[in-house]
């Protein structure tokens, strides 16, 4: 049972598009904020279309939502090393974090609930963040531990591995070699030599709706993944043994990202925190990840699969 209000920011986006279903199936509150109206993937009609990352509309979010439970999940997601991606994801991933902790912090709540991500480095001063999107996740996390620290904040940080499944956008790489294949193109990927802990999305909201109902000590920061690492040449090989065995992925068509590391989950400690592990096996998750697409692609045709 859930109880009292759950504020979920990004309720638009891939992760909270499937919360959100999952805690209303649960008959929990939900209150939903996006920064756009619902798109037709797994709607959610935003009770809020709000930008976080503007202190006064993040304040006014909270004052009139009053939350007991705050799942922020909004945050530009693109992991590319590009320039140009520095102050969009500084702004939808660090200063809308920080505008939370404070007005909630002020407010006072039961429990916030950031999404972290294992793209995060992990060390000391030496390390350096292989994309924008990863040094502002690194960045929010530190911002949430200091929180919880100085002002008491009761502040979970879930660092998500690699997340997939139905609804997930298009350029992503599992759903882009996913839609390729359904074409009968050759997935354009990178060398395929980088490792990956990857998770089932329905493992992931498990995980979520975990914390929601308050498992976990406040200020802990809980890996949410397998614990497996997967290189990307063996996910693309078996998407493509699903979709179109005759068709080889173009391995090298794309260049490796730079600084890029390998981070599998610590699946024992969380497990220990949470009572919670992933279930799904990368062949099931996959194959119900096509399906969905497949599905999708028939419906509205090849120039509407893109969520």
């Avoid at 139905?166 to 074409?183: C, D, E, N, Y």
């Avoid at 397998?226 to 290189?231: A, C, H, N, S, V």
């Amino acid at each position: 049972m859930i109880a009292g209000r759950v504020l979920v920011t990004g309720a638009n986006g891939f992760l909270g598009r499937h919360l959100v279903s999952r805690l209303r199936s649960a008959s929990a509150e939900v209150h939903t904020v996006g920064r756009q109206p619902s798109s037709d993937v797994v709607p959610v009609e935003c009770r809020w279309i709000a930008n976080v990352a503007d202190e006064r509309e993040a304040r006014e979010v909270v004052q009139r939502v009053t939350p007991d439970v705050v799942v922020h999940l909004g945050a530009l997601t693109h992991a590319a090393p590009d320039l140009e991606l520095v102050l969009p994801t500084f702004h939808s991933a660090l200063a809308s974090t920080v505008n939370l902790l404070t007005a909630l912090t002020e407010q006072g709540c039961r429990r916030i609930v950031l999404a972290g991500s294992i793209e995060e480095p992990v060390g000391g001063a030496e390390v350096r963040p292989a994309s924008p999107y990863a040094a502002a996740k690194w960045a929010a996390s530190a911002y949430g531990r200091m929180f919880h620290a100085l002002y008491d904040a009761p502040v979970v940080i879930a660092r998500l591995a690699l997340t997939y499944g139905p609804g997930q956008l298009a350029r992503k790489v599992i759903p882009s070699a996913i839609l390729a294949l359904l074409r009968g193109e050759a997935p354009q990927v990178s060398s395929g030599a980088r490792a990956w802990d990857v998770v089932y999305v329905d493992d992931v909201i498990d995980a979520f709706v975990r914390l929601v109902e308050g498992r976990g000590p406040d200020g802990a920061t809980i890996d949410v993944g397998t614990g497996r690492l997967t290189t990307l040449r063996s996910i693309v090989e078996q998407v493509a043994a699903i979709v179109a065995p005759t068709i080889m992925p173009a391995f090298g068509a794309v260049a490796d990202r730079p600084l890029a590391e390998a981070h599998a989950a610590d699946a024992v400690a969380t497990e220990a925190m949470l009572d919670w592990r992933a279930t799904t096996s990368l062949e099931t998750g996959l194959r119900k990840t096509v399906d969905w697409y497949r599905t999708r692609m028939k419906r509205l045709g090849r120039r509407g699969v893109a969520p």
